[in-house]
């Protein structure tokens, strides 16, 4: 008999400190998907989802403004819906490969907790065991990390290693010790100055395919990128969030991306990447008025980070 | 020439060719003598042209009741020296009462009466001493005999370069008619201060009017009056001869309260000695001025810091709040007033309007806006006014202002031609980078211009110069640069300290006795 395991669904917990960009992400992952013009979009599975899918996107698109703090713990249901090319062994099998198109549903039950529920000492018990809870149900968790927030604040360990803990106390009686989720790394914000000259002077931009010649950092490289931010860290302690994951998932579990919700600023004249002008992220101004987002959005790696997980929770295996 | 007898003269034409003849072939310093017997006595002209060739003259009158038989003879005459003739006689003139009272018989004196002294006396002067023998009071019972006593001595002596005249005229009125038709003997110069390139002043002078020139000459010339003392700018006239340029005699000196400027200066001979000026923009008093020339002298600096001509380049931030710009508009007023008043030379100004880069799409751009470009500084106040009335312009992005484009504009159409050009700034916000900036993370100038490389570009006309009045605090790198020369705060900026520290206007006051000339080609 196996352990008892907690009963655990398919859903996603965004996980990360206040102002990672959690609901930025999701807000943004509507635009992702059809600039990717690729088979999947998203769709809310009731109304009330439908009803924030289109609310957080055209916040982002039309208003160009970021969406506001979350104060308690949202849930959206949505789904990514589309047409997959798959293939199939034909009866007789010299004649090879059978070709279709099916249509795939991955639920996205995705739960975007305040970043202050990480916080075991600052945060209402509710909003606590309310993200601790749905992390245990979850069957993928998309961990923010932001490398801006960890310069100024170094709190990074602090969040991570309360929430890893009663999260381990809770699901203790794994076999092998180690936490089942899927864990995607989000380093995120990658639009940010600091972060992409950072990127940049480490060598690892590579410059995408297509028009727009957006720069990204490979996959492959995310993870070396996940730990030179974390040595650049001044409190020291970041560089410790790498083996803290590591250590209470499996490895082969998690997966490092670098990414932007709002992309890099494209001047609608140039319709190309400036490495001069790239600067979407428009600061807190003088006078009150909020971060804003300078121009169009032209998301990173957001669609990426949730289809992984998706397929990888339902076990799908599209080609 | 008519030789001895007497010239009835009823105007007195013939005898005011006589004396104007005679002045006219005086030598400066020389002077011949005149007698005139005129109803107050008997009155002894001294017809002098002084070292600068101005013709004067000089009485001694002797009352008749001295030079007739009386009781209690008197003292002898007095002497009456001045600058034009006359004035004294009738203050001069013997009381009724001794006239009356005299031992003449029917109320008449008669030559025969005249005492020893007196006929001595008249017989010299027509013997020698007097040049012209006058008779202003033919009818007059004390002078017509000693007229005819001396004009008896005339004919028996033969003489044929004296003259005798009958004129009812007074002496007085002709001398000073003759002395004001004499022609100027000598050069007139106005006694200026000309400014050395190396800046130290030296005393130069600017013609006026030549030998010749008679009354009613004018003449015409550009003067610069700097800040004078509460005495005055002094306009002094010098007088020399061609053969002795060096010496230089002083002819007349004013003095009047000319306010700082350049003035087209107009003298004009009002007769030998005597030059009367006006200026043709400014309504002055001119004043007679006592002081020494030592003194004069004295007051004037070594040098002067001369201000090349300026082209003030004026950029007014209009982003912000309402009263922030109006406070920013003031101040920029007050800079062009300042200068306008205070500059050596030609001026002109610009007037430029800079605010901020729209960055979202509702924004209108609000580009920089060449409000005056090098026209006088009136034409900059009235376009200064105009923005007053605009008030602050759209918010556009909070955290910079266009200075690289206000820059690249300036660099653009800058020439040199108009000026040494001085860029002065008001605003507060910092500069759009040209490119993504780390530090700041203000959006880049989205037409990519460069604050400094268009301020080196500016810096390398000669004699640029930059100033900045911020709002507050002292700014970044672009406002460090804008500040280079002179930097203040709007609040608390004095205005004509910075307008000095720019080289607008002099450091310190420096007070110049003389009206300045520019120098003269080659």
């Given at each position: 008999?196996?352990?008892?395991?907690?009963?655990?669904?398919?859903?996603?917990?965004?996980?990360?400190?206040?102002?990672?960009?959690?609901?930025?992400?999701?807000?943004?992952?509507?635009?992702?998907?059809?600039?990717?013009?690729?088979?999947?979009?998203?769709?809310?599975?009731?109304?009330?989802?439908?009803?924030?899918?289109?609310?957080?996107?055209?916040?982002?698109?039309?208003?160009?403004?970021?969406?506001?703090?979350?104060?308690?713990?949202?849930?959206?249901?949505?789904?990514?819906?589309?047409?997959?090319?798959?293939?199939?062994?034909?009866?007789?099998?010299?004649?090879?490969?059978?070709?279709?198109?099916?249509?795939?549903?991955?639920?996205?039950?995705?739960?975007?907790?305040?970043?202050?529920?990480?916080?075991?000492?600052?945060?209402?018990?509710?909003?606590?065991?309310?993200?601790?809870?749905?992390?245990?149900?979850?069957?993928?968790?998309?961990?923010?990390?932001?490398?801006?927030?960890?310069?100024?604040?170094?709190?990074?360990?602090?969040?991570?290693?309360?929430?890893?803990?009663?999260?381990?106390?809770?699901?203790?009686?794994?076999?092998?010790?180690?936490?089942?989720?899927?864990?995607?790394v989000?380093i995120?914000?990658f639009?940010?100055?600091?972060?992409?000259?950072t990127a940049a002077k480490l060598g690892l931009i590579e410059?995408?395919?297509?028009?727009?010649?957006?720069p990204r950092v490979p996959g492959d490289e995310a993870k070396g990128f996940f730990e030179q931010l974390?040595?650049?860290?001044?409190?020291?302690?970041?560089?410790?969030?790498?083996?803290?994951?590591?250590?209470?998932?499996?490895?082969?579990?998690?997966r490092y991306f670098v990414?932007?919700?709002?992309?890099?600023?494209?001047?609608?004249?140039?319709?190309?990447?400036?490495?001069?002008?790239?600067?979407?992220?428009?600061?807190?101004?003088?006078?009150?008025?909020?971060?804003?987002?300078?121009?169009?959005?032209?998301?990173?790696n957001?669609?990426?980070?949730?289809?992984?997980?998706?397929?990888?929770?339902?076990?799908?295996?599209?080609? | 020439?008519?030789?001895?007898?007497?010239?009835?003269?009823?105007?007195?034409?013939?005898?005011?060719?006589?004396?104007?003849?005679?002045?006219?072939?005086?030598?400066?310093?020389?002077?011949?003598?005149?007698?005139?017997?005129?109803?107050?006595?008997?009155?002894?002209?001294?017809?002098?042209?002084?070292?600068?060739?101005?013709?004067?003259?000089?009485?001694?009158?002797?009352?008749?009741?001295?030079?007739?038989?009386?009781?209690?003879?008197?003292?002898?005459?007095?002497?009456?020296?001045?600058?034009?003739?006359?004035?004294?006689?009738?203050?001069?003139?013997?009381?009724?009462?001794?006239?009356?009272?005299?031992?003449?018989?029917?109320?008449?004196?008669?030559?025969?009466?005249?005492?020893?002294?007196?006929?001595?006396?008249?017989?010299?002067?027509?013997?020698?001493?007097?040049?012209?023998?006058?008779?202003?009071?033919?009818?007059?019972?004390?002078?017509?005999?000693?007229?005819?006593?001396?004009?008896?001595?005339?004919?028996?002596?033969?003489?044929?370069?004296?003259?005798?005249?009958?004129?009812?005229?007074?002496?007085?009125?002709?001398?000073?008619?003759?002395?004001?038709?004499?022609?100027?003997?000598?050069?007139?110069?106005?006694?200026?201060?000309?400014?050395?390139?190396?800046?130290?002043?030296?005393?130069?002078?600017?013609?006026?009017?030549?030998?010749?020139?008679?009354?009613?000459?004018?003449?015409?010339?550009?003067?610069?009056?700097?800040?004078?003392?509460?005495?005055?700018?002094?306009?002094?006239?010098?007088?020399?001869?061609?053969?002795?340029?060096?010496?230089?005699?002083?002819?007349?000196?004013?003095?009047?309260?000319?306010?700082?400027?350049?003035?087209?200066?107009?003298?004009?001979?009002?007769?030998?000695?005597?030059?009367?000026?006006?200026?043709?923009?400014?309504?002055?008093?001119?004043?007679?001025?006592?002081?020494?020339?030592?003194?004069?002298?004295?007051?004037?600096?070594?040098?002067?810091?001369?201000?090349?001509?300026?082209?003030?380049?004026?950029?007014?931030?209009?982003?912000?709040?309402?009263?922030?710009?109006?406070?920013?508009?003031?101040?920029?007023?007050?800079?062009?007033?300042?200068?306008?008043?205070?500059?050596?030379?030609?001026?002109?100004?610009?007037?430029?309007?800079?605010?901020?880069?729209?960055?979202?799409?509702?924004?209108?751009?609000?580009?920089?806006?060449?409000?005056?470009?090098?026209?006088?500084?009136?034409?900059?106040?009235?376009?200064?006014?105009?923005?007053?009335?605009?008030?602050?312009?759209?918010?556009?992005?909070?955290?910079?202002?266009?200075?690289?484009?206000?820059?690249?504009?300036?660099?653009?159409?800058?020439?040199?031609?108009?000026?040494?050009?001085?860029?002065?700034?008001?605003?507060?916000?910092?500069?759009?980078?040209?490119?993504?900036?780390?530090?700041?993370?203000?959006?880049?100038?989205?037409?990519?211009?460069?604050?400094?490389?268009?301020?080196?570009?500016?810096?390398?006309?000669?004699?640029?110069?930059?100033?900045?009045?911020?709002?507050?605090?002292?700014?970044?790198?672009?406002?460090?640069?804008?500040?280079?020369?002179?930097?203040?705060?709007?609040?608390?900026?004095?205005?004509?300290?910075?307008?000095?520290?720019?080289?607008?206007?002099?450091?310190?006051?420096?007070?110049?006795?003389?009206?300045?000339?520019?120098?003269?080609?080659?």
């Amino acid at each position: 008999m196996p352990p008892s395991e907690p009963a655990r669904d398919y859903g996603i917990t965004m996980w990360g400190a206040s102002s990672t960009g959690k609901t930025t992400f999701l807000a943004a992952l509507s635009v992702a998907l059809i600039r990717q013009r690729g088979p999947w979009r998203v769709i809310g599975a009731d109304q009330a989802s439908a009803t924030q899918l289109t609310r957080l996107t055209t916040g982002l698109t039309q208003r160009r403004t970021f969406p506001p703090a979350t104060a308690a713990v949202e849930h959206y249901r949505w789904e990514l819906v589309g047409m997959v090319r798959r293939a199939a062994r034909r009866r007789w099998r010299w004649l090879g490969w059978r070709h279709y198109e099916q249509l795939v549903t991955i639920p996205l039950d995705l739960v975007d907790a305040p970043g202050e529920a990480a916080d075991q000492e600052r945060a209402a018990p509710v909003l606590w065991d309310g993200l601790i809870e749905n992390m245990v149900n979850s069957g993928g968790i998309v961990f923010f990390y932001d490398p801006v927030r960890e310069f100024e604040n170094g709190d990074a360990f602090a969040h991570t290693f309360g929430v890893l803990t009663e999260l381990s106390q809770r699901m203790r009686d794994r076999a092998d010790g180690r936490l089942p989720h899927y864990v995607a790394v989000c380093i995120a914000k990658f639009d940010e100055i600091r972060v992409f000259e950072t990127a940049a002077k480490l060598g690892l931009i590579e410059e995408e395919a297509g028009d727009r010649r957006f720069p990204r950092v490979p996959g492959d490289e995310a993870k070396g990128f996940f730990e030179q931010l974390c040595d650049l860290s001044h409190s020291g302690d970041a560089e410790m969030v790498l083996s803290l994951l590591e250590q209470t998932f499996r490895p082969e579990r998690i997966r490092y991306f670098v990414t932007s919700a709002i992309g890099f600023y494209l001047d609608p004249h140039l319709r190309v990447y400036d490495r001069d002008n790239y600067q979407n992220h428009l600061p807190p101004q003088d006078d009150g008025e909020p971060a804003r987002i300078r121009g169009s959005v032209y998301p990173i790696n957001v669609v990426e980070p949730i289809l992984w997980l998706s397929q990888s929770i339902s076990g799908e295996a599209g080609e | 020439m008519l030789m001895s007898g007497t010239e009835q003269e009823p105007g007195g034409e013939g005898l005011r060719e006589a004396i104007a003849r005679d002045v006219a072939g005086l030598p400066g310093g020389a002077a011949f003598m005149i007698s005139e017997f005129a109803a107050a006595g008997f009155i002894t002209w001294e017809v002098r042209r002084d070292q600068d060739g101005t013709p004067h003259a000089r009485q001694w009158l002797v009352p008749w009741s001295e030079l007739y038989h009386r009781r209690e003879p008197g003292p002898s005459g007095h002497s009456h020296e001045q600058g034009r003739p006359g004035g004294h006689r009738a203050a001069a003139e013997p009381p009724a009462a001794e006239l009356a009272g005299s031992e003449l018989t029917g109320g008449a004196l008669t030559g025969s009466e005249l005492t020893g002294g007196a006929r001595a006396r008249i017989t010299q002067a027509a013997e020698g001493s007097s040049l012209l023998l006058v008779c202003s009071a033919p009818a007059d019972p004390s002078a017509a005999p000693a007229f005819a006593l001396a004009r008896g001595v005339l004919e028996r002596g033969g003489v044929t370069w004296r003259r005798a005249f009958t004129c009812p005229v007074p002496l007085e009125d002709l001398l000073l008619e003759v002395f004001t038709d004499d022609p100027l003997t000598q050069w007139y110069d106005l006694v200026a201060l000309r400014r050395t390139p190396e800046g130290r002043l030296v005393f130069t002078t600017r013609q006026l009017f030549a030998p010749g020139a008679v009354r009613g000459a004018a003449e015409s010339l550009t003067v610069r009056c700097e800040p004078s003392d509460d005495a005055g700018t002094v306009f002094a006239v010098m007088a020399y001869r061609l053969e002795e340029r060096t010496t230089f005699r002083r002819v007349t000196q004013r003095v009047a309260n000319v306010p700082h400027g350049t003035y087209e200066l107009t003298a004009e001979l009002r007769r030998p000695g005597e030059v009367r000026f006006r200026l043709r923009e400014l309504a002055v008093k001119f004043r007679p001025d006592r002081r020494s020339w030592e003194e004069l002298v004295a007051r004037v600096p070594p040098r002067l810091d001369r201000l090349r001509p300026a082209h003030l380049i004026v950029a007014v931030e209009v982003s912000g709040s309402t009263a922030r710009v109006l406070e920013r508009i003031d101040r920029a007023e007050q800079l062009i007033r300042c200068v306008a008043a205070g500059a050596d030379g030609p001026l002109h100004v610009s007037l430029i309007s800079f605010g901020a880069h729209a960055v979202h799409r509702d924004d209108a751009e609000e580009p920089v806006t060449v409000l005056s470009w090098a026209q006088s500084s009136g034409v900059a106040l009235a376009a200064l006014s105009r923005l007053r009335e605009r008030g602050a312009a759209p918010p556009g992005y909070s955290r910079a202002a266009q200075l690289e484009c206000m820059l690249t504009t300036v660099a653009t159409r800058l020439t040199g031609e108009h000026g040494r050009p001085v860029l002065v700034t008001a605003g507060s916000r910092p500069a759009f980078p040209r490119r993504v900036d780390r530090v700041s993370e203000i959006i880049p100038c989205p037409n990519r211009n460069d604050w400094a490389a268009a301020w080196y570009h500016l810096r390398q006309h000669p004699g640029m110069a930059f100033g900045a009045i911020r709002d507050f605090g002292p700014g970044g790198e672009a406002w460090r640069h804008l500040g280079h020369d002179a930097a203040g705060q709007l609040a608390a900026v004095d205005v004509r300290r910075f307008a000095a520290d720019l080289g607008l206007v002099s450091s310190t006051a420096q007070y110049i006795p003389f009206p300045l000339v520019e120098a003269e080609e080659g």
